[in-house]
T-cell receptor, first 115, second 111 residues
Framework: DTAVSQTPKYLVTQMGNDKSIKCEQN?????MYWYKQDSKKFLKIMFS???????INETVPNRFSPKSPDKAHLNLHINSLELGDSAVYFC??????????????FGPGTRLLVL | DAKTTQPTSMDCAEGRAANLPCNHS???????VYWYRQIHSQGPQYIIH???NNETNEMASLIITEDRKSSTLILPHATLRDTAVYYC????????????FGKGTKLTVNP
């Protein structure tokens, strides 16, 4: 049973296109995240949603729009794709404790290549 | 920026214990130390976390110094499958849920 799943696993597309990446978690968590790992392997938070509400937005361009239809899903839509968007995108989920003790579980990643 | 400092790389012989150090000298009293690892091309995997006391689970042990300014992750019997980048993370104070990843330690387990 996959705890955090992402689709697609690989995505190759042309510059200027619009694409979406989907994430689902079956852990019953109330918080979900998107992270980006660039070619230098730095892993950085992009967004976080708690109970379908945006709580973290780390100065990501407006071309990136996360959408959370319910607590178990957090999708990432990217408009007008640019070469620099090529990266691996990881979804994660956790249960928000408010105490700092909170374990995040990550999906397998979506490898996006913009040509 | 990450609040932790780790060696860039380490080597370990298969079957031996791997001890991965981490410095977090500016850690606050209510901040947890978390360890994750990322095996090549996979998503980060949670290993262990602690606040003050030493912790052990089926994957590893975490030793936190009394002043909490540093910690060591111990893999008691490293296998080739433990080759990965290991990240030591201090949860950002102030209620933010994000994990701030540094560069981590690339651990190579050799046969």
């Amino acid at each position: 049973d996959t705890a955090v799943s992402q689709t697609p696993k690989y995505l190759v597309t042309q510059m200027g296109n619009d694409k979406s990446i989907k994430c689902e978690q079956n852990l019953g968590h109330d918080t979900m995240y998107w992270y980006k790992q660039d070619s230098k392997k730095f892993l950085k938070i992009m967004f976080s949603y708690n109970n379908k509400e945006l709580i973290i937005n780390e100065t990501v361009p407006n071309r990136f729009s996360p959408k959370s239809p319910d607590k178990a899903h957090l999708n990432l839509h990217i408009n007008s794709l640019e070469l620099g968007d090529s990266a691996v995108y990881f979804c994660a989920s956790s249960h928000r404790s408010g105490t700092g003790e909170e374990t995040q579980y990550f999906g397998p990643g979506t490898r996006l290549l913009v040509l | 920026d990450a609040k932790t400092t780790q060696p860039t790389s380490m080597d370990c012989a298969e079957g031996r214990a791997a001890n991965l150090p981490c410095n977090h000298s500016t850690i606050s009293g209510n901040e947890y130390v978390y360890w994750y690892r990322q095996i090549h091309s996979q998503g980060p995997q949670y290993i262990i976390h602690g606040l003050k006391n030493n912790e052990t689970n089926e994957m590893a042990s975490l030793i936190i110094t009394e002043d909490r300014k540093s910690s060591t992750l111990i893999l008691p019997h490293a296998t080739l499958r433990d080759t990965a980048v290991y990240y030591c993370i201090v949860r950002v104070h102030g209620g933010s849920e994000k994990l701030v990843f540094g560069k981590g330690t690339k651990l190579t387990v050799n046969p």
